[in-house]
């Protein structure tokens, strides 16, 4: 179980964190919120690329705040929201990489590692690309690229920043698809940022609402996905739920479809 009490974090003076509650047992978890409203904070936060001021972040019971760099890999696979190369590593490599906090620092990356990079490029359709510098690659690419590296990491714990920005329609769903799989099979915990709440009806177990560095609701996507969430979560957004097959799906109502703007 993923544990967080109390998180508290500040870019300088400007609070971001402002206490963040949050438990997701080994399932798929989502959190959903406007821009800038903490998101990507908390999930460096929980992968020790920034240093919460207070507050427990717990893993099965363990204190991970405390761990080292190569532990904290082990246990966490993260996929970030933005990330650059300058050096032109192929594609191969460049998943590769995400075995380094498995592999011996003087023996190097052996056979299982090598075939655990080429199972995760063929899981995401992108072997293709084995051999292409990183550097050339479209957004899409490199994203599906970056989404192979982490599933090559094998964290018992799995975080995603935005995993499906940069991506075409069939691979935001082949990605979750993926995400999901992995979680069930091997019982791992998951927890990714969404910005269409859509997603999270298919392929989210649990949702959490973030608002002003806070969660302020979380469940399942049915009972957390509503109108009046909608609206408190996107300042003033207007939505309709509509039935599909046994699902729900969220869509922006005339009304605001009919919004004046200025130009
Ligand atoms: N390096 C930084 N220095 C100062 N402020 C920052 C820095 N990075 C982010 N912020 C600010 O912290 C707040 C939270 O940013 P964060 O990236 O966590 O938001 P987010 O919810 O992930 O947004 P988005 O959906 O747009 O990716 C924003 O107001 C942002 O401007």
């Known amino acids: 179980m993923l544990r967080i009490e109390n998180l508290y974090f500040y870019y300088e003076e400007k609070e971001i964190l402002r206490g963040v509650n949050l438990k997701l047992k080994h399932e798929v978890g989502c959190i959903l919120g406007a821009n800038g409203v903490g998101k990507s904070t908390l999930l460096k936060s929980i992968v020790g690329l920034l240093k919460p001021k207070k507050g427990i972040i717990e893993f ?30 192929t594609v191969f490599d460049t998943v590769l990489m995400g075995r ?16 655990i990079t080429l199972k995760c490029l063929n899981i995401l359709g ?25 599933l090559a990491q094998e964290g018992k714990l799995m975080i995603f920043d935005e995993p499906t920005s940069y991506l ?3 691979n935001q769903i082949l990605v979750l698809s993926v995400i999901e799989k992995i979680s069930r099979k091997f019982g791992k915990l998951v927890l990714l940022s969404l910005h269409d709440p859509n997603l999270a009806f298919f392929f989210c177990d649990n949702v959490f609402l973030m ?43 005339k009304e605001f479809l009919e919004l004046d703007v200025v130009l």
């Open 100 to 115: 380094n906090p498995h592999v011996d620092f003087l023996e190097g990356p052996n056979s299982k590692d090598e075939k």
């Open 168 to 170: 075409d329609f069939k």
């Open 60 to 89: 099965n019971g363990k204190n991970i705040l405390n761990l080292g760099f190569k532990d904290r890999a082990k246990l966490i696979s993260y996929v970030p929201q933005e990330f650059s190369i300058n050096f032109p590593y």
């Open 211 to 253: 608002k002003d560095g806070v969660i302020i609701d979380c469940g399942k996507p049915d009972d957390v996905i509503t109108e009046e969430n909608i609206e408190r979560l996107y300042n003033g957004l207007k939505t309709e739920l509509i039935k599909f097959s046994d699902k729900k799906l969220v869509v922006p109502n």
């Open 126 to 150: 992108i072997n293709y690309l084995k051999d292409r510098p990183f550097t050339q690659l479209s957004g899409g690419q490199k994203r599906l690229v970056l989404i192979a590296r982490g």
